[in-house]
C-alpha cells in the first residue's frame, strides 16, 4: 500500500481554508549581495519574533531589511552529496526515486537547480558509506549516478535590521497587523504585496527560504491572473481556478526536504501575492469556491501548459510513471481535422503532416502553436556539452556532433528519444530532457531537418515543431477559443480531462497516493 494523503478533517469547516507554505524567495543567500525588505502597509506594524537562546524574542517595527553576511568557517568543510539522477520536472524525479526506493536505497528530492534525485542524507551520512553506494552502482552499470562534493570554507549568514539594530538569526517569523505586507527583493527586481505570515528559515542548499502561510484560496487570487491572464473568457479563467486549486492540493510534497511545499515560479506555480490581482479573476475564484477536479475519487495531477501544438501529450509521453488515465492524447480542437486512430503520429509522414496542418485548432493564430527554431552545430555542441558536464557524463568530452535523428516518437506525436551521435559515442536523451539538454525546442512535438552548407556539408539543425511547454492537460490558449465559442468550464476541464468529475473539497477525497508500484531502476531506465 503506498502513502496517501487526505486532509484533515479538521480543516473543512465550511467558513474554513486550506493553509499553504508557499516558497516565494527560495535561494535568498546564493549571492553575498542579496538583499530583501518587508514592508508594512502605511498605518501598520510589522512583529517579528525570533529565537535568542531557549528565549522568544518579539520585536515591533515598519520595515525589516535583511541581507547576508558571508560566516568563515573556523576550518573548510567537505559538503558531499550522492546525485542519483537530474530531471527537468518533479515528476519525472518522483517515478526515478521510487524506482531506487525499489531498489533498496532511501532517496529524497531536492531541487538546487534542476530536480535531482539524491540518496538520503542521513542514510548515508559518511563518507564511506557514500562512496561505497557510488561503487556499489557503477559496478551494476548505473552511469547517471555521482558524488556532489564541495569544499565550503563560509556560510551565508542571515542578518536583518530594524529599528536601527542589526540581528543575525537563522529563522525569524513575521506577521503584519493588517495581514498584509510588501517584499522587495534586490536580486530580482521585484516589489510584491502578500497576504499571510512569513518565516525565514534556513534550506538544504545553505542558503534560505522566505516562506509565505496563506490559504488557499488567496493564493488562488496571486495564481489565476497571471496563469492565464486577464483578457481570457470567464470560463477560461473559471477551469484555470479548479485547475490552480487542484494542482496545489495535488502537491504539497513536493518541497518536503526543505520543510516548504510549493515554490512561486513555473516549476510548481506563477504566483505573485496580491500584486495584479483582479475583479475578473477573483470572481472566477469565488464562483468555483472549494471545487477540485477529480478522478475516481481522488485529485487529478491538474498540470497545464502554454500551448499544445494542436495535440495534448499523454502523461508518460512526457514523464515516467504509472499511468494517469485522464491524460492522454486529446486533439485540441472542435473539429473533425486529424484523427489519431488512423493516422497516428508515431509515423514520421504523418507527424510532419500534422504539423503543416495550421487550420482548424483551438490555438490557430497564437505565435508558439508552430514554429521553427535554427540551431548550429557549435551551438548545439555548446548545448550538449554544458549539459553532459552538469550530470557528470563519461561523454562530456566529446568534439563533434555528427548526427541528430528521432529514434522514438509516440503516437500523439512527441519525442520519446533523441540520439545525437558524437565522436565519443551516441547521447540518448528521453522525453521532457531534451527541453534540459537543448535550448532550441520549444517543446517535444517537433521533427528534425538538417542544414547544410556548401559541398552538403552538415551546419547544423532545423527544429520544425509545435506548443510551448509540456504539452499535458489543459492547453490554456485552446481554453481561449473554447471560452469564446461559450463553453462552460466545466465542459472545458471534461474536454482536456476525459472520463473527471468536479466535486467540493472533502474528507472523502484523496489528495494524493503514492502507487509505489514503479518495477527497481535499471542501468537502462
Not at 506548443?467 to 492547453?475: D, E, N, P, T
Request: charged share 20%; proline share 5%; aromatic share 10%.
Amino acid at each position: 500500500m503506498g502513502l496517501m494523503v487526505v486532509l484533515p478533517s479538521a480543516g473543512l469547516a465550511a467558513s474554513s481554508d486550506v493553509e499553504l507554505k508557499i516558497g516565494i524567495v527560495q535561494r535568498f543567500g546564493d549571492k553575498p549581495t542579496d538583499q530583501m525588505t518587508l514592508q508594512a502597509l502605511p498605518d501598520d506594524r510589522l512583529t517579528v519574533r525570533f529565537q535568542t537562546g531557549k528565549q522568544l524574542q518579539t520585536l515591533v517595527t515598519n520595515t525589516l531589511k535583511l541581507d547576508v553576511q558571508m560566516q568563515p568557517l573556523p576550518e573548510p568543510e567537505v559538503r558531499e552529496r550522492v546525485v542519483l539522477s537530474t530531471h527537468r520536472s518533479f515528476e519525472s524525479a518522483e517515478d526515478n526515486a521510487d524506482r531506487w526506493r525499489a531498489q533498496g536505497i532511501e532517496v529524497e528530492i531536492a531541487q538546487p537547480n534542476h530536480w535531482q534525485v539524491w540518496a538520503k542524507r542521513s542514510v548515508y551520512n559518511t563518507p564511506f558509506l557514500r562512496r561505497l553506494l557510488l561503487q556499489s552502482l557503477q559496478t551494476k552499470g548505473f552511469q547517471t549516478a555521482y558524488l556532489d562534493s564541495q569544499v565550503i570554507d563560509k556560510l551565508p549568514r542571515a542578518s536583518w535590521m530594524a529599528n536601527g539594530y542589526r540581528y543575525a538569526r537563522d529563522v525569524l517569523e513575521v506577521t503584519a497587523g493588517k495581514g498584509m505586507l510588501r517584499v522587495t527583493e534586490s536580486k530580482e527586481g521585484t516589489n510584491r504585496l502578500y497576504a499571510g505570515k512569513f518565516r525565514l528559515q534556513p534550506n538544504t542548499y545553505q542558503t534560505y527560504t522566505l516562506v509565505n502561510y496563506v490559504p488557499l484560496e488567496v493564493y488562488l487570487r496571486g495564481v489565476v491572473p497571471h496563469e492565464i491572464g486577464v483578457a481570457a473568457p470567464t470560463s477560461a479563467i473559471a477551469a484555470q481556478a479548479v485547475l490552480a486549486r487542484t494542482y496545489a492540493l495535488r502537491n504539497l510534497r513536493r518541497f518536503a526536504v526543505d520543510d516548504y511545499e510549493l515554490c512561486a515560479d513555473t516549476q510548481c506555480q506563477v504566483y505573485w501575492g496580491l500584486s495584479g490581482v483582479v475583479e475578473k479573476t477573483d470572481q472566477a475564484i469565488a464562483a468555483t469556491q472549494g471545487q477540485v477536479l477529480t478522478y475516481q475519487n481522488e485529485l487529478v495531477d491538474a498540470v497545464y501548459s502554454s500551448t499544445t501544438g494542436g495535440v495534448t501529450a499523454p502523461f508518460n509521453d512526457v514523464w515516467n510513471g504509472w499511468e494517469r488515465p485522464y491524460l492522454r492524447a486529446v486533439v485540441d480542437s472542435v473539429n473533425n481535422v486529424w484523427d489519431l486512430a488512423r493516422k497516428p503520429l508515431a509515423d514520421e509522414k504523418n507527424f510532419r503532416a500534422f504539423i503543416k496542418q495550421r487550420k482548424g485548432f483551438n490555438e490557430e493564430g497564437w505565435d508558439m502553436f508552430r514554429w521553427q527554431v535554427k540551431s548550429s552545430l557549435p551551438e548545439l555542441t555548446q548545448d550538449l556539452k554544458s549539459y553532459l558536464k552538469k550530470n557528470k557524463s563519461p561523454l562530456a568530452n566529446f568534439k563533434t556532433i555528427q548526427q541528430m535523428w528521432v529514434a522514438e516518437r509516440s503516437p500523439a506525436g512527441r519525442v520519446q528519444k533523441l540520439n545525437i551521435k558524437t565522436d565519443r559515442g551516441i547521447v540518448e536523451l528521453q522525453k521532457d530532457n531534451i527541453l534540459i539538454a537543448l535550448y532550441a525546442p520549444n517543446s517535444t512535438l517537433f521533427y528534425l531537418d538538417g542544414l547544410y552548407g556548401a559541398g552538403k556539408v552538415l551546419q547544423g539543425y532545423a527544429f520544425v515543431g509545435g506548443g510551448l511547454g509540456h504539452g499535458v492537460g489543459l492547453s490554456q490558449t485552446g481554453s481561449y477559443r473554447l471560452g469564446q465559442l461559450g463553453w462552460s468550464y466545466d465542459r472545458i476541464l471534461s474536454f482536456y480531462y476525459p472520463g473527471t468529475q468536479l466535486q467540493p473539497i472533502s474528507p472523502n477525497l484523496t489528495f494524493w497516493r503514492d502507487r509505489a508500484t514503479t518495477p527497481p531502476i535499471t542501468p537502462h531506465s
